[in-house]
């Protein structure tokens, strides 16, 4: 069955980075799209951005310039980089596959704060 596993989250200063990672099984990796979303708290969850099977990215207005999503087909995953944190970018952070259903990580905490 769909496994994802997220990995790479934490406390981070603002104006710093992190990589979070989601390390995938159960399924042709290498043929469909990933996606990243988060939920701060008290909030819904939202799309961050997405990679597709062949590397193209789309993303969120705010992670515009500041995110970089990327795959690596080769070890089954897929990454999430953050640049210039914010403290509004404190939230859980997900992976997710669609298919028919939408299958999810447990999600990696990522706390933006001085």
């Known amino acids: 069955q769909v496994q994802l596993v997220e990995s790479g989250g934490g406390l981070v200063q603002p104006g710093g980075s992190m990589r979070l990672s989601c390390a995938a099984s159960?399924?042709?990796?290498?043929?469909?799209?990933m996606n990243w979303y988060r939920q701060a708290p008290g909030k819904e969850r939202e799309w961050v951005g997405l990679?597709?099977?062949?590397?193209?990215?789309l993303y969120a207005n705010f992670a515009k310039g500041r995110f970089t999503i990327t795959r690596d087909n080769a070890k089954n995953m897929v990454m999430l980089q953050m640049n210039n944190l914010k403290p509004e970018d404190t939230a859980v952070y997900y992976c997710?596959?669609?298919?028919?259903?939408?299958?999810w990580g447990q999600g990696t905490q990522v706390t933006v704060s001085s």
């Open positions: 997710m596959l669609q298919l028919r259903d939408a299958h």
């Open positions: 159960g399924f042709v990796f290498s043929a469909f799209a």
């Open positions: 990679v597709m099977n062949t590397g193209g990215t």
